[in-house]
């Protein structure tokens, strides 16, 4: 659902998604799309409650899985190679009375490759 979610919240933004849940030997991407020219690696976190906790778990390890996929990626898509890239996150909050619909927290370059 949270993928979904975030996938449409890009496209009516005008983001292009080139591919979802895109898996190496290294991990998986949730969502990878383009903005305009910036190439975007979207992770995606869905949770009944507290931001501060989606947060938390994209620890420096999976930051580092991410980076590693990322560039596995543009191995394999080199006419992406010279695009500029960013890593953000989506994190979708549930309402859990489903009185109201889901809370959509975009942070564009939550993190940057080291």
Do not use: C, W
């Amino acid at each position: 659902m949270g993928e979904d979610l975030a996938s449409l919240y890009l496209i009516n933004l005008g983001y292009e998604i080139l591919t979802r849940n895109y898996h190496s030997r290294y991990g998986e991407i949730d969502i990878i799309a383009l903005d305009n020219e910036e190439l975007v690696f979207v992770e995606v976190k869905t949770r009944d409650h507290s931001l501060e906790n989606a947060l938390r778990s994209i620890s420096k390890a999976k930051q580092n899985k991410l980076y590693r996929t990322a560039a596995h990626y543009l191995t394999t898509h080199p006419s992406l190679e010279e695009n500029f890239s960013r890593f953000d996150v989506i994190i979708i909050l549930k309402d859990q009375s489903g009185k109201s619909s889901p809370k959509i927290t975009h942070l564009k370059e939550a993190f940057s490759s080291v």
